[in-house]
Every structure is written in C-alpha cells, then in structure tokens.
C-alpha cells in the first residue's frame, strides 16, 4: 500500500505516450527497412546482369548504413526539426542540420517540424521512422545508374545528396514547411521520396553517362530474386504508407487497404498492357507495374476512398507504362531500370490525382478539410502540380550540381576494364560460383592493365 502511494506522487513524465501507438510505428518502421535491406537490394540484385550482383547488393547496403549516420548527425533536424534557419514571410523554408542524439531528446516526446505538432511516440520512434524513408530514397535512385557508377563516388554522393536533397524536401512536404503551409500534400512520400528518386536518378544518369555500348540493355539474372525481392517491397509497404498517421488510427487501416488494392490493380493493368503490344505477360513487367502503384497511392493513401484508389491503380499500370516503353528511351539517357518512369512519373501522376481525388469522409481522419477537385476544390490540383514542379526543379539541379563537384575529385564512372569483369574486379567476390565468374585470362589481363596504369602514374610523378 505505501509503495503504491509513494509512486502515485511521482510526477508521470510520460503522460503523452501512447504504447499501441508507439507499437505500431516501430512495426511500421521495421517493415519500411525491410523493403530496403533486403528487399530492394535482392530486388536490383535478380534485375542487374549476373556480374553486377554484389555491385548491386553493396550499393544498397551502404546507402542503408550511411543514411542512418547522417541522420542522426544532421539529417533529421534539417528535415524534422521544430526551428527554422530560413523563414520569409511566415514561410518555413530549411531547417537546421544539428545533431539529435541526447539521452533527453531521444527519450522525449516528438515534436515534429517548425509548426511543432505534437505525437503520442517519443522522438527515438519517429527519428527511425522517418530515417527508413531517407535511406529508401537513394537505394530506389541508384537502380538508375547501375552497372557503371565508381563505388567511391556513391560512398560520397550518398550521405551528402540526402542531406542536402532529400531533407529539404521532406522539410517542405512532410513536416509543415512552405509547401504544405501553401496547402500541398504528400500523404507517405509519392514526391518526397519516389519524384526525387526519379528525378535523382534521371539527372545522375545524365551526370554519370551510360554503361558500356553492348550492354546497353536490362538483362534480369535471377527471376526468384525479383520476386522475393518485390514481396518483400509489397508487403513492407503496408508500414510505409499505413506509418504515416504516425499511429493505430483509422486512417492507417484505410491507407493500407488503398495501398494493396492500388498496387493489385495497376500489376494487372500492367500485364494487359505487356499482353496487347508485347503479346505475353511477363514476371518483370508485372513487378514494375506493381512497384509503379505502390509509388502512385503512396501521396494519396489516407486521402481517398477504394474507387480513388482503383482509379490510381490503373492510371500507374498506363501512364508509366507508356513513358518506359515509349517517351523515356527517347530522352537519350541510360537510366537503368527505368526509375524515371516508375517513380518519378508514377510519383507525380499520385500527386496530381491526390488533388483530384482527396475525398473528405477519409480525409478528416488526417487532415479535416482537405478535398480533392471532383469534391469541389479545383485549387488543390493546382497547388498539387505547382509542389511538384518545385520539387522536379530542385532534385534535379542539386543532384546535377552534387555530381558534378564530386566528379571533380573522384571519378564517376568505373574504369571500362573493370565493367567488363564486374563484381571480382570491383568487390573481389562474385554472388554465386554457379555464376560464370571472369576468367582467369580476364583477371589476368585486368591485373596486368592496372598495373601498366600504376607504373605510368609513377613515371609521370617522376
């Protein structure tokens, strides 16, 4: 009895914690990482050339470790944070990059960007949980310049493009910066994440160059880890869009619902698309078409109702479609797996009907007041394509201007003799023995290269 009555005079410090809430966001965290490692690395990994895979698979492991470190150093207050280094006229324009790593910050509860909306989870919770989306972001970016990119490029292009680039945007469009205080919505990341990771990739792509002539083409190696790869993505997805009430609530079941019945639908779009004009259904386009609904109902998942999802659905299994096939190879620009397409495009097409389609019986769950055109608000598809016309500008000259400082310094293209052997030139180490490693003439041949450049290096020092 005493006990009792001495702790119910402590003062409870934790009055705002919701434990279900709290519950759920590290689940939804979790599966967010999981589409990540191993997802999307097993994903590009079975869609890459054979010698390519560990290229692939290290590319994304690092992008995945690197983010987190930059995170927690400054990445999450330039994105998250409650103050503001540039405001003009009310409007929250950048954060500020400091460090959120104190024992009483990560304990606290969040409070999350300059208008300091206040959650039931502590700052250690959301901190994680938005970390996932930013270290998403340039895994799915780099599946536009694989098979050429210098590893040690990517290692600095990484922590510096997410936190100049990706933080940022995230400031505008997820935390209540300018965007969002114009009226712009972007419900779990169809332009924060998937519109820079295509607009990323298209601009590197360009920066970078194109992979060697007659390999100038997608030859999938492993069809197994596509689809272990795109399962994990799909399902993973139901934490990235159903996190993003930052609780258990009502929206986060419909978001998840709208989430799977949009990428149910555009997957089978998709292959009546590949059945008209490529006359069979294949398992790689199937996957595109569903990874491109996933990235569409993302800006719009707790904003509309099943018929809006549906509509979304099909419109991600045609319009991407169409500019992969059709209007992107006509860019002149070798973007890989065609991420452009479906990300930035998908990413777009889901903001723009976000704003045509945001029905307010599933809206004042999340964000009262917020309608969609066909309810009455024309404006809010204008403010939809204006943010994302900012964002498209923005992506792509910081990416641009990154690139180019770096290429400065390090190269950014791996040398042709090591594109030529892959994996053992670059890593030392193949995916698997059974898959036709480099010959032992071939190793020897680039071992004697690089040691002629070494030896005129020197002369040339001398």
């Known amino acids: 009895m005493f006990i009792e009555s001495f702790f119910s005079m402590i003062p409870d410090s934790t009055s705002w914690l919701n434990t279900g809430n709290n519950g759920w966001m590290l689940t939804a965290s979790t599966l967010v990482g999981l589409m990540s490692i191993p997802g999307l690395a097993l994903y590009y990994a ?16 690092y992008a995945f470790a690197a ?10 207050n330039f994105g998250f944070g409650t103050s503001s280094i540039l405001e003009i006229h009310g409007y929250y324009i950048l954060g500020i990059p ?28 959301i901190m994680f949980f938005q970390f996932v989306f930013a270290a998403i972001t340039p895994v799915l970016l780099m599946g ?4 050429r990119m210098n590893f040690k490029a990517w290692m600095i292009f990484v922590p510096v493009w997410s936190l100049l680039v990706y933080s940022p945007v995230a400031y505008w469009l997820f935390a209540g910066g ?62 990235f869009n159903g996190g993003d009430p930052y609780g258990a609530t009502i929206d986060a079941g419909i978001a998840v619902l709208n989430t799977n019945v949009a990428t149910a639908v555009s997957m089978i779009t998709w292959m009546f698309m590949d059945m008209k004009f490529f006359k069979k259904p294949s398992l790689i386009g199937a996957s595109v078409g569903a990874i491109s609904g996933l990235v569409g109902i993302t800006p719009a998942a707790g904003y509309v109702n099943i018929y809006g999802a549906i509509i979304i659905g099909i419109a991600t299994g045609i319009v991407p479609w169409i500019f992969l096939y059709k209007i992107e190879p006509k860019f002149k620009v070798d973007d890989t797996l065609g991420v452009f397409s479906s990300h930035a495009v998908a990413g777009v097409l889901g903001g723009l009907l976000t704003g045509v389609l945001a029905d ?21 598809l204008g403010i939809q394509a204006f943010a994302a016309v900012i964002v498209i500008v923005y992506v792509f000259a910081l990416t641009y201007g990154i690139l180019k400082l770096i290429g400065v310094f390090v190269p950014l293209k791996e040398t042709t003799e090591k594109l030529r052997i892959g994996d053992m030139a670059i890593h030392g180490e193949t ?30 020092n001398k």
Do not use: C
Request: glycine share 12%; proline share 5%.
């Open 144 to 147: 536009g310049i694989l098979e």
């Open 46 to 61: 079975g869609l890459t050339k054979r010698k390519y895979m560990v290229n692939a698979m290290m590319m994304a492991l």
């Open 431 to 460: 995916g698997f023995e059974m898959s036709y490693p480099p010959s032992s003439a071939e190793i020897e041949r680039f071992t004697r290269e690089e040691k002629a450049k070494k030896s005129e290096k020197k002369s040339d």
């Open 360 to 380: 307010p019986v599933v809206t004042q769950y999340i964000d009262p007041g917020l309608t969609g055109a066909i309810y009455g608000n024309v404006r809010q």
């Open 98 to 125: 400091t460090p959120s790593m104190s024992g009483t910050f990560i304990s606290g509860q969040a409070i999350v960007g300059p208008q300091r909306q206040a959650l039931s989870i502590p700052n250690s919770t």
């Open 67 to 76: 983010v987190l470190v930059i995170w927690v150093l400054a990445g999450y």
């Open 178 to 239: 300018w965007l969002n205080q114009l009226g712009a919505v972007d419900f779990s990341g169809g332009y924060v994440i998937h519109v820079d990771a295509g607009i990323g990739a298209l601009a590197a792509a360009l920066v970078i160059g194109p992979r060697i002539k007659e390999e100038m083409h997608m030859k999938a190696n492993n069809l197994a880890l596509v689809m272990l790869g795109l399962g994990l993505i799909w399902l993973g997805w139901d934490g």
